[in-house]
C-alpha cells in the first residue's frame, strides 16, 4: 500500500490532525513546533503535501527543498506568504481554504461596529478595571436608521449587509463588479458612485488587498466624509490609508473606527493604538472555534485529496501538464491570461461577458484559453477566491458568459487570439500573437492595428486625430516626472488615433486627469502587467 507524506507547518485544528492521523494512506509529521530551519532543510524534502499558515514562509528556499512536494495547502484565505509563481514553476499546486472563515470574520465586523457605536470596551475597562460606575460618560449611538457603507459585496460583505439589515439599518453597496440585482434583491441601495459610500454615518470594507484597493480610503476620501463617521476594517490591512486614519480619529473627523487589521503586524507599536477613539483587536477575523475547525478540517481533507491525486480544491496555480500539449500552446495561455488582466483595468465595471477566439493552431486550446483568460480577467476584483479550478463556476455566479471559438487560420499570423471583454460600461476587444522570437506582442486593439509589447505600465489614449496631441501628451508626462520607454500609434479612417505609451513606473491620478482633460482626448487609460 502506498503511503503519502503530508508535513503540517503550523498549528491547526485537532480535528484535521485526526484526519490526517486516521487515513492509512498518509504518514503524518506533525511539525508545528520545530525550528523553521529544520523544518525547511530535514523535514520538507520528505513531503508529498505540505499543511501551512502565515508562520511559514513558502518563499525560495522552502520550495529549493521542496523537492518531491506535489501541492501545498493554506490553511486560510491569505496566501501572501506563498511564492506562487515559485511554486508554478516547480509543478507545486497551491491550495487555500477561502470560506472556512466566513461567518467568524462577518461577526467580527458586527461586533466592531457595536463596539465603535457603544464605546463597550471603554465603557467595561471604567467599571471592571477602575471601578467607576458613571453611566452618564458613556452615552452612544444605535444602529438603527444608521446609513451603513459597504465597501465590496461578496461572500463577506453581502453576509454583514443581510445582518445590519436585521438591525434596521439603511444599506448602500458599493461594488462595480458585481450585478446591481445582487444588492437590490436584498431591498438595499446599490451605487457605482464611490462618493454614496463616504456621505454614510458608518463604513466597512470587504475587498480583497491588490493595487486597486489598497489606501482606497485615504486623506482626500476621509475629508469628504461627514462628521463623526465610523469607519470599520475586518478585511485587510493597508485598505484605509493608517496615515489619513490616525489623523482624522485625532481631529475628531472620524468618531470612531473599529480595527482588525493592519500594515505592518504584528501592530505592537502602531501609532492608532495610542488614540482614545478607536476599539482594535489583533487580526481576530478567523480565531472562532468553529472557523479553526473548519480551517482544519478542510485543509486536511484538500491536503489528502492532493496527495492522492484526486482533486485539487480551490487550486490557485494548477501546472499545466507539458507533455500532453504542444510547447507553443502554454505561452499563448500565459498571454491570454495577461490579456483578460489588462482589459479588466481597461474596462473597469462588471463584467458580462468574455469571448475568446482563437485562429491557426492555436485554435485547438480555446477551451484552456478560455479559462486562463477568465482568471486574468476577474483576478483583480476576486484576488485570491480565483483560480483555474473554480473560474467556471465563479464566473457563472457573477453572471459572466464566456464563450469559446475556434476560427480558421489567420491571413496574417499563425496563431493568433483575439479576447472580448463586454462590461456594464462598453467592451474591449484585443488581438494579440507569439512571434519566432517567443514575445508576446499585442497587434490590435478595438480595430486600431498597433503593435505592443505585453508588459509593464503603460497609457492608452485614444483621441481626435489633430495635430499637437503627441506633443501635448509628451509635455503633460514630462511635467509629472513619468519617462516614456515606448510610444506606440495607430489611426483609422474615421478620424481617430490610438496611442499606447509604455513608461517607467506607475502614474498618479493627477497625470491621468490632466491627459483626460486634453481637447482631444476621446478616453484615456491605465494599466499595468
Known amino acids: 500500500m502506498q503511503k503519502y507524506t503530508v508535513v503540517v507547518c503550523d498549528h491547526i485544528h485537532q480535528a484535521g490532525l485526526d484526519m490526517l492521523e486516521n487515513d492509512e494512506n498518509i504518514n503524518f509529521i506533525m511539525a508545528a513546533d520545530e525550528p523553521k530551519d529544520k523544518l525547511v532543510s530535514e523535514i520538507i524534502p520528505k513531503a508529498d503535501v505540505a499543511i501551512t499558515r502565515s508562520s511559514t514562509d513558502v518563499d525560495a528556499n522552502f520550495i529549493k527543498y521542496a523537492t518531491n512536494m506535489k501541492a501545498i495547502v493554506r490553511a486560510g484565505v491569505g496566501v501572501d506568504n506563498v511564492d506562487i509563481p515559485g511554486c508554478s514553476k516547480e509543478g507545486i499546486i497551491v491550495m487555500n481554504v477561502p470560506t472556512a472563515n466566513t461567518i467568524a470574520a462577518v461577526e467580527l465586523t458586527m461586533t466592531h461596529m457595536l463596539s465603535c457605536m457603544r464605546m463597550f470596551p471603554y465603557s467595561h ?122 489623523d482624522g480619529l ?124 477568465a482568471v486574468g480577467a476577474m483576478s483583480e476584483t476576486s484576488g485570491s477566491t480565483i483560480n483555474y479550478v473554480n473560474a467556471e463556476f465563479v464566473a457563472k455566479e457573477k453572471g459572466i458568459d464566456i464563450e469559446a471559438e475556434s476560427c480558421v487560420d489567420s491571413s496574417v499570423y499563425k496563431n493568433l487570439i483575439t479576447i472580448k471583454l463586454t462590461t456594464a460600461e462598453g467592451t474591449t476587444t484585443i488581438s494579440a500573437t507569439i512571434f519566432d522570437d517567443n514575445v508576446q506582442r499585442i497587434v490590435a486593439i478595438n480595430g486600431f492595428d498597433i503593435e505592443v509589447a505585453l508588459h509593464g505600465d503603460m497609457i492608452m489614449l485614444k483621441n481626435t486625430d489633430v495635430p499637437g496631441v503627441i506633443g501635448s501628451v509628451g509635455t503633460i508626462l514630462a511635467n509629472n516626472n513619468v519617462n516614456i520607454s515606448d510610444f506606440s500609434l495607430s489611426r483609422n479612417d474615421q478620424g481617430e488615433a490610438l496611442a499606447v505609451i509604455l513608461i517607467d513606473g506607475a502614474v498618479h491620478e493627477n497625470t491621468m486627469s490632466a491627459l483626460d482633460a486634453l481637447d482631444a482626448t476621446i478616453t484615456v487609460n491605465y494599466a499595468k502587467i
Not at 465597501?151 to 439589515?165: C, E, H, L, T
Not at 468553529?290 to 484526486?310: C, L
Open 250 to 373: 485625532k481631529s475628531g473627523k472620524i468618531r470612531f473606527a473599529g480595527i482588525d487589521v493592519f500594515g505592518k503586524e504584528p501592530a505592537i507599536n502602531n501609532p492608532l493604538l495610542d488614540l482614545d477613539n478607536i476599539v482594535v483587536s489583533p487580526h481576530l477575523g478567523a480565531n472562532t472555534y468553529e472557523s479553526q475547525y473548519n480551517i482544519g478540517t478542510q485543509a486536511a481533507t484538500n491536503a489528502i485529496e492532493a496527495a492522492k491525486g484526486i482533486a485539487y480544491q480551490n487550486a490557485m496555480n494548477l501546472p499545466i501538464d507539458e507533455s500532453k500539449i504542444p510547447s507553443f500552446v502554454k505561452p499563448f495561455l500565459e498571454m491570454g491570461q495577461k490579456i483578460g488582466f489588462l482589459e479588466s483595468q481597461m474596462n473597469k465595471s462588471q463584467i458580462i461577458s468574455i469571448k475568446v477566439s482563437g485562429y491557426g493552431e492555436i485554435s485547438q486550446y480555446v477551451d484552456s484559453l478560455s479559462t486562463f483568460v
Open 125 to 246: 475597562n471604567h467599571l471592571k478595571d477602575e471601578r467607576i460606575w458613571k453611566r452618564e460618560k458613556w452615552y452612544g449611538y444605535e444602529l438603527k436608521g444608521k446609513k451603513l457603507g459597504i465597501i465590496g459585496f461578496g461572500n463577506i460583505g453581502s453576509r454583514v449587509a443581510k445582518r445590519a439589515k436585521a438591525f434596521e439599518m439603511d444599506i448602500v453597496a458599493y461594488d462595480p463588479y458585481i450585478h446591481p440585482s445582487k444588492v437590490t434583491d436584498l431591498d438595499m441601495t446599490y451605487t457605482k458612485n464611490f462618493e454614496d459610500i463616504l456621505a454614510c454615518d458608518i463604513i466597512t470594507i470587504h475587498t480583497p488587498k491588490n493595487k486597486e484597493t489598497i489606501g482606497i480610503v485615504g486623506k482626500e476620501e476621509i475629508a469628504k466624509m461627514k462628521d463623526g463617521v465610523v469607519l470599520v476594517n475586518c478585511a485587510r490591512g493597508d485598505l484605509y490609508n493608517e496615515e489619513a486614519l490616525f
